[in-house]
């Protein structure tokens, strides 16, 4: 017997999540439906708000419901740092460690012509604008190491070489605690290529 077609329609809604396969669907669809009458209208309110409230920061592309994300509008961070990501999950990533107190510059991806992303699809010129507007003294490009990544880091040192900022890259490496039989051959090019003195 199959479910109703509502609890089918929202099955495969729900099929969409990253990662949810049809057996967590079919259990987040019972369980929504299992939620008291409350829930669910804060639930579909919720669902509905984040297409219509949250918007791109006119300054660095991170979200937030208002003109300016709360990094940009907090006055007591360093004006002349920014750590260029992919997206903005990564600055919320850097905000949970709580050691970096410069401003953001979010991407919105990584350059990969075979999938269609070239420099112009993404933030990169509202990037370069910034660092000769704000008189950036640094750009942490702080993109994952791969293929893409490192020909999107690659692009941006480009365009900025002829400015006087300093340009860094974080690290990449074996994580700690790792055990070396389980470490994948570009991580351990790259930990021996940036290998440091003791």
């Known amino acids: 017997m199959n479910y109703p077609k509502t609890i089918r329609d929202l099955i495969e809604v729900y099929k969409k999540f990253p990662g949810v396969g049809e057996k967590s669907a079919e259990r987040l669809a019972l ?87 070239n420099p112009e699809n993404l933030k990169i010129k509202s990037l370069i604008e910034r660092v000769k507007k704000d008189e950036i003294e640094e750009v942490i490009l702080a993109l994952k190491p791969s293929i893409e990544g490192e020909t999107t880091v690659l692009y941006i040192n480009k365009l900025l070489e002829k400015q006087k900022i300093k340009i860094t890259k974080i690290a990449h490496g074996i994580p700690l605690g790792a055990d070396m039989e389980y470490i994948d051959s570009l991580t351990l090019e790259l930990a021996l290529e940036k290998r440091t003195e003791v």
């Open 31 to 117: 369980a929504t439906l299992s939620f008291d009458e409350e829930t669910n209208i804060k639930f579909s309110d919720t669902v509905r708000n984040i297409k219509t409230k949250i918007k791109r920061c006119t300054i660095c592309n991170n979200l937030t419901e208002e003109e300016l994300c709360d990094v940009c509008k907090d006055n007591s961070r360093n004006k002349k740092i920014i750590c260029v990501v992919e997206d903005p999950k990564n600055v919320i990533l850097f905000e949970k460690i709580g050691v970096y107190n410069g401003l953001y510059h979010v991407l919105g991806g990584l350059i990969s012509p075979l999938d269609g992303i």
